[in-house]
């Protein structure tokens, strides 16, 4: 591709700062072959709007030498040594290397493929669906175990199975029987954050009815069988008691991080008018969480995040004001370490992701991941500096743009300001005094322009 450098030099003037900061990462790394599978119409819009890269829509292309040593000698003032061609050999290695990657890649989107197609195809399906995927003698042994009437008819089976569950809660409860607490709290969760589809090592077992299709360990929640669910829950108060208990420290332990236990206790007396007494913890925390029993220290529980850390927690954190939920529920969300409150930057936030990731096609599942682990990053770093920094790796990991747009940075920082954060004992940085106090100057600072056009 040959560059016309005088209608280059005319955009610079035009370029945005993610445009500016892109470039200058390509000439401050000097390498002579850069390929990259950016969207070119959403990372370097001016360029693409000029004519002087195309737009890629993520698809793998290079960025021409020429362009990045004219804009390190007209913009950087050369600041940096001007790229040469590459050489026979340079190309043929970085061409072996990209080959094994690719194939890496290929791979690994084959399988966002296959959970794509599986979440179309088998998600928000009611029982009878999923039950038409089993064998008759499938059907047959799930109506012995629940002591059904057994037919030859496949059909008629089903029949049966389904007639018998929907009819009260007698097979409900066998079947709740039969659940470990990470299937249980698995279903908790997609009840409450209204979910069809998670992820459960375990797997798939006929009699329990969640089912599992291309991949064993993704199992689907039936429609019909979640509404059966949130029935017999709203009719009990809960699905089971000690899950009740698992929710609360589950949810206090992602809330705070570094967990003070007797906040933990004046939360607990507010939220269930009982008394928490500290055997009672160590006592809980050994059955449902021994993995935490060494990070119990002093008035201390350490998350399991920090499990390796050996850090002076009454120094770090006793003198801090903490957030106290209202509810079990404002508990209850934090079950997952990711949650937020949904808002509008949450919900941009995932459009502009998906905007600044790298290929072609970007799945669902693969924004969500990403969200999540940005959410989770937040929570636990001392700062938001620290916390871009990761998102700079994930740059360099080739999962994101190196250079996330300004659009992505702004709603990066909004979204900051609305998770709950270990460093402010789980308040958010927009409860803060001084954050009110600058968000306060600003609206009166754009009231004294409006006053001064007048």
Do not use: C
């Not at 007209?74 to 043929?92: D, K």
């Not at 290929?106 to 399988?111: D, G, H, P, R, S």
């Not at 008035?299 to 006793?318: G, P």
């Amino acid at each position: 591709m040959t560059i016309n450098e005088e209608k280059f030099i005319a955009v610079l003037p035009k370029l945005n700062n993610t445009e500016h900061v892109y470039l200058s990462l390509l000439a401050e790394r000097g390498l002579n072959i850069n390929r990259d599978s950016i969207q070119t119409e959403v990372v370097l819009p001016n360029l693409v709007e000029a004519g002087i890269i195309s737009a890629t829509n993520g698809a793998m292309s290079f960025m021409p030498i020429e362009i990045i040593n004219i804009y390190n000698q007209h913009v950087l003032n050369s600041e940096f040594a001007e790229i040469q061609s590459p050489s026979e050999e340079e190309i043929e290695n970085e061409s072996a290397a990209f080959e094994t990657n690719i194939a890496q890649y290929n791979e690994q989107m084959k399988m966002e493929e296959q959970i794509d197609t599986m979440i179309q195809m088998h998600g928000n399906k009611p029982l009878r669906e999923h039950l038409n995927h089993f064998t008759l003698e499938d059907l047959k042994a799930i109506a012995l175990f629940y002591q059904l009437d057994i037919k030859d008819d496949k059909q008629t089976q089903i029949n049966i199975i389904h007639e018998s569950f929907f009819k009260d809660f007698t097979m409900l409860e066998k079947m709740l029987k039969y659940m470990d607490y990470e299937l249980l709290l698995n279903i908790e969760n997609a009840l409450q954050f209204n979910y069809d589809n998670f992820t459960y090592m375990k797997g798939a077992t006929r009699e329990i009815f969640l089912y599992a299709h291309t991949f064993n360990e993704i199992l689907f929640l039936p429609n019909d069988v979640a509404a059966h669910i949130k029935k017999y829950q709203k009719q009990h108060g809960y699905l089971n008691e000690d899950i009740e208990k698992i929710k609360f420290y589950r949810g206090i332990f992602n809330i705070y991080g570094f967990t003070r236990i007797d906040i933990m206790q004046q939360v607990y007396g507010k939220l269930y008018q009982e008394t928490l007494t500290r055997e009672m913890i160590l006592k809980d925390i050994q059955t449902f969480f021994p993995n935490l029993v060494p990070n119990i220290k002093g008035n201390w529980i350490k998350h399991e995040l920090y499990s390796h850390q050996q850090l002076n927690l009454d120094e770090m954190f006793s003198n801090m004001e903490y957030y106290i939920p209202q509810s079990k529920e404002a508990v209850y969300k934090y079950i997952l370490n990711a949650y937020v409150e949904p808002s509008n930057n949450t919900r941009e936030l995932k459009v502009e992701l998906k905007r600044n990731m790298k290929g072609e096609v970007i799945y669902n599942q693969q924004v969500e991941a990403l969200y999540s682990e940005i959410i989770e990053t937040f929570r636990v770093t001392d700062s938001f500096e620290t916390a871009f920094e990761f998102i700079a790796d994930l740059g360099a990991k080739n999962m994101i743009s190196v250079v996330p747009t300004e659009r992505l940075t702004r709603l990066l920082k909004d979204v900051y300001t609305e998770v709950r954060l270990w460093r402010l004992g789980g308040k958010k940085v927009s409860e803060m005094p001084e954050y009110k106090r600058s968000k306060i100057q600003v609206v009166q600072k754009k009231s004294k322009k409006k006053k001064k056009r007048k």
